[in-house]
């Protein structure tokens, strides 16, 4: 076991870390026995831990060459100490144990043999797809059709120039000549017209007859392809089925269970494979106690994720075990949560009374969704959020992207299912999301936005010096499909974007902004601060700030628009948390 603990200076190189500061994320599940609520954060500590494993990553290309997750537990050992253990998801280089890792969740060597079997039937499935995918019918009927296009198109353009030329010539007879003569002229024209169809159709019938053999096996190997598919996708949910029977978890109350029983209705691909299961089912079985996690991935980006970029528990893998696997640490007590006819309905009524038009102030309603969502304000047509750093504001299109704002929500209030985000707001930023809570309200509320007529005030903290006071900036963004989410500024294809910005203080190397967008493009103020200002924000690693900061320090802090219902300024603000 000591091979895989690690003392905190393997990864740490500076004594200014505060531990006492708040978490930014929470790990968090409910045991499906009690209720009860159990919690593990991912604290700045836990961070810092993480970036000084993403620095050895950094100094092993074989690191970089696939993408996946990495996870960090700091632990306390029964003497005391503090420990760190690191994982990574899935197999690394083809390797399920390496030394210095923690190991793989018990199971998989109980079908060990079957899943060697399965994996040389899945390589010999690959090899022959490859081999199909490469039939030298392929090339050949590519270079046959080539070929026969371009004869078919140098006749159509030698029959153009003749059918030009017989016209001319028809006018010519009809001019200069008569009767038999004429008829016996026409009749030639359109003698050479016919010889020239079926000049076409011979040739249309040649290339159809040369291809016929070579389409034949196409048709027959793509066939294959699609059973072969099949056959694979059987194969692989055979092996997982296996291994999610034979994969035994264990959590801190010293119970433990299979996969299968705790997702009774069906695994995902990888299951048990993950970085956060590893982690705490081998602190759990080695009586240590977990203190914060977390989990980053590093390597080629994939899809949504970034690498440097810290992730929460994915939602079809790991969230569902997070009661199971964190039961048996403290329980986190239930957050309030009265009804919505309280404080916030009353004091809007009280506000409106008479018809008058006022500002509303954000009242404080609920403590907060899983102890991580705030939401500052709500009534029965819409719900604004205080959203933190690293969540999404709505489902992404894969799996591993479902955790959102929405999908809490949904989840949690029993008219959920109609939530709507009337904006978005970036995965990295924080700050005010609103939403609606039918389609009504969310198309006025769209419409504020499309019309530029609501008021938004972002924070930032720029990674250098602005000597700029305050200014517009106008420049126009355009973002590259092939990389995305990535925006550039582009003066052919871009669209136009403007933003008001103010400095609020300077503190070293650092200047503290305040944002005022006109115009809502994606990543704009990323943008506008790198390019516009020179200086790109701290803690955004996708623009290229290099800085060992925890966060992307950009922050929606003030929100005013006119409520739908009542026609009140709503004016809502939060405080910037950094």
Known sequence: MTKVLHPLADFLNCDGIDINQSPNYWYEGRCLQSGDLFRLPRTPLAEAIAYGLMRQLAEDERYSREGKMYG?????????????????????????????????????????????ETLAQLAAIKQELI????????????????????????????????????????????????????????????????????????????????????KEAIATADIRIQELKQQRKAISRQLQAQMHAAYSLMNFFGQSSSLQQLMPNGLPTGTGDCCAPKLLHYAATHGLKP?????????????????????????ERCQPLMGFLLAGLKPHPPTPFPSGEGGVLSAFAHRTEGGEKG???????????????????????LIAVNKPSGLLSVPGRYLETQ????????????????LAAVHRLDQETSGI??????????????????????????????AGVVTTETDVIELPLWGDPQNR?????????????????????????????????????????RVHALVGLGVVILGDRLYGCNAGATRLHLHARELRFQHPQSQVSIHLQTQTPF
């Open 72 to 116: 960090v537990l700091l632990v306390e050992l029964p003497t005391g100490e503090n420990r760190v253990l690191k994982a990574f998801s899935g197999l690394l280089n083809g390797e399920s144990v390496l030394e210095g890792w923690v190991t793989p969740i018990p199971g998989r060597e109980q079908v060990a043999l079957a899943e060697a």
């Open 131 to 214: 081999t199909l995918k490469q039939l030298p019918a392929r090339q050949e009927y590519e270079i046959l059709s080539r070929e026969y296009a371009q004869q078919l198109q140098q006749m159509s353009d030698r029959h153009l120039t003749d059918k030009q030329q017989r016209q001319q010539q028809r006018q010519y007879f009809y001019d200069t000549l008569t009767g038999e003569a004429l008829t016996l002229a026409l009749e030639q024209l359109d003698e050479e017209s016919r010889q020239q169809g079926i000049e076409r159709r011979r040739l249309k019938r040649q290339r159809d007859v040369s291809l016929a053999t070579l």
């Open 291 to 315: 203190l914060a996690m977390a989990e980053f991935w590093w390597g080629t980006s994939h899809q949504d994720k970034v690498q440097g970029e810290f992730y929460g528990a994915c939602v």
């Open 359 to 381: 500002v509303l102030s954000p009242t404080p309603s609920r403590g907060g969704v899983w102890g991580e969502v705030k939401i500052i304000y709500e009534d029965e047509w």
């Open 403 to 418: 955790d959102s704002v929405i999908s809490r929500l949904r989840h949690l209030l029993p008219d959920g299912e109609n």
């Open 433 to 462: 999301l609103l939403m609606a809570r039918d389609a009504q309200t969310y198309r006025q509320l769209s419409q504020q936005f499309q019309q530029r007529q609501v008021h938004k005030v972002y924070e930032a903290i720029l």
């Open 485 to 525: 989410p990535y925006q550039q500024v582009d003066w052919q294809r871009g669209k136009p974007s403007v933003t008001r910005f103010r400095v609020m203080g300077r503190e070293g190397e650092y200047t503290r902004v305040e944002f005022v967008p006109l115009t809502g493009r994606t990543h704009q103020l």
